[in-house]
């Protein structure tokens, strides 16, 4: 494949103005799928299953099968809506939308087109220096997800060179939440940043709402983001394309900024933009073609014969309007009162997309700095190395886990660095890494005395020193024990130890 020519992103938005779009999938975490009575992986108790064994009739697509709406699913929709301030639609429809789908049994998707329950909103996201946008919502939609595809026999897991694909329709049938923004104006050289900062909301709001997990690293929360260009000046909106569930903020942040380059080389080269779908790769930060793009005619939806329009009543609604939690911008700033964070500690958690991660490891028991700390820190660290969202590589209980260890002086710092390393290496929960590599606090005073004892000895000019006075001189002797304990020990407590052998 030809590597994409990019034009200088200064440059691409001196020419042209960025114009986005975002449509972000949100699978609710019920009981069971949206039109069957099948446990739904989506729900973290179920995400592992086998291949296939999450499936009933209507998952299958099998004849004479009939769909029936998850109560629970609309529940949780319609509280979406509600966050994202939209109107609620006193009657909604299911439709069929119809192209080759070989990951659904049935060809079809159930969905909704014209009448959404939701529609009509707006998002307030905050920028990494304050700044408030806007983010105005088109509608926010039911539907089913599709079953996954694993390709096999080709070198790079994609349907191009493989020899045959294994389809599994656990995820056919999951219930989704498909959030679709109107055209988002005026982003200019803060476009990537804007696009991070909108699914980071989104997911910080379906958490709050606890209807969803909003794992991206597990497909829970999905978002197609669409760019396109248009030069200054021009009214007409440019061409788009849409950048295929991209599974990260980190990666979306970077698949548009990667677009608005890609578009922006073809435009000044004289070129036109394919309306089409893209892939994006994280290993080389690249997108790459998939399908050219379909207009909703091309989707021939119908309404789905086999399920009633979805009415809920407006006692209902009121209900579920009462029951929403405080909105984003209110609850952040509670949570930095809450915590006493500086402007600047409280936008280190935002930028990193870890306020959920902080808040549910201070709920898990840890004190807010110690819980900042762990995530804009070491965590944050292995993520970067790693490519990944800091989310994805520890439960917030198990940071708050390492962190009890560390206040019952079970840990050092030190230490918990290491547990915490192998808990990301999927060695097992805190205890169980502390456990296996031997790694707690060595708290017995004779083990510590006898390492003292051999530091005095070895080094006699520093007992010398010590005792005439010059107390620093311990640093020496407790560097020595330190070293010789593994790190295993209380460094404070080592210093007491030092001073009474040494009679200061």
């Not at 699914?199 to 197609?224: H, K």
């Amino acid at each position: 494949m030809a590597k994409d020519k990019l034009l200088d992103f200064d440059k691409a938005l001196e020419l042209y103005e960025p114009v986005l779009g975002f449509e972000v999938h949100v699978e609710l975490n019920t009981a069971t799928k949206m039109f069957s009575s099948a446990a739904n992986p989506a729900n973290s108790a179920n995400h592992e299953a086998e291949p296939n064994t999450l499936v009933a009739p209507v998952d299958m697509g099998l004849p004479g099968s009939l769909p029936v709406v998850n109560e629970t699913a609309v529940r949780y929709s319609i509280s979406l809506g509600l966050a994202l301030g939209c109107s609620i639609a006193p009657s909604s429809r299911f439709a069929r939308k119809n192209y080759f789908y070989p990951d659904l049994g049935k060809n079809y998707q159930i969905s909704q087109y014209d009448e959404p329950i939701a529609f009509e909103g707006s998002v307030e996201i905050e920028l990494g220096d304050g700044t408030l946008v806007t983010v105005p919502i088109e509608r926010a939609h039911m539907e089913e997800d599709a079953g996954k595809l694993t390709h096999m026999g080709g070198a790079t897991g994609r349907i191009q060179g493989a020899e045959y694909s294994l389809v599994d329709y656990n995820r056919a049938g999951v219930p989704l939440v498909e959030i679709v923004t109107k055209p988002i104006f005026g982003a200019e050289h803060r476009a990537p940043e804007i696009a991070k900062a909108y699914v980071a909301a989104i997911r910080d709001i379906v958490i709050s709402l606890g209807i969803s997990e909003a794992r991206m690293e597990r497909g829970n929360l999905r978002c197609d983001a669409n760019v396109s260009l248009r030069p200054r000046g021009q009214e007409k909106l440019g061409t788009r394309t849409e950048t295929k569930n991209v599974n990260s903020m980190r990666s979306v942040e970077r698949a548009v900024r990667y677009e608005i380059q890609r578009q922006a080389a073809i435009l000044a080269a004289g070129g036109t933009i394919t309306q089409e779908t893209r892939h994006w790769h994280e290993d080389t930060g690249t997108t790459s073609p998939g399908r050219p793009k379909s207009d909703a005619d091309d989707y021939r939806y119908f309404p789905e014969p086999d399920l009633l329009p979805v009415e809920p009543s407006a006692e209902l609604i009121e209900e579920l309007r009462a029951a929403l939690p405080e909105p984003p911008a209110i609850r952040r700033r509670r949570l930095k009162a809450d915590w006493g964070f500086t402007d600047l500690e409280f936008q280190d958690v935002v930028n990193g997309g870890l306020l959920a991660e902080v808040e549910q490891t201070v709920a898990a028991g840890a004190a807010p700095a110690a819980a900042r700390k762990w995530w804009t820190g070491e965590i944050t660290r292995v993520a970067n190395a790693q490519g990944v969202e800091a989310s994805a590589l520890v439960e917030p209980q198990a940071v708050a886990a390492v962190q009890k260890l560390v206040d019952a002086g079970t840990l050092t710092d030190k230490l918990a660095r290491q547990v915490l390393e192998g808990v990301i290496a999927g060695e097992g929960s805190p205890q169980e890494v502390v456990d296996a590599r031997g790694l707690a606090v060595v708290s017995d005073d004779g083990a510590l005395i006898a390492a003292i004892d051999d530091a005095l000895a070895a080094q006699p000019d520093v007992l010398a020193k010590i005792r005439d006075g010059k107390v620093q001189a311990a640093g020496a002797v407790i560097g020595a024990v330190m070293k010789a304990m593994r790190g295993q020990a209380d460094a404070a407590r080592v210093r007491e130890l030092v001073l009474e052998r040494a009679g200061s």
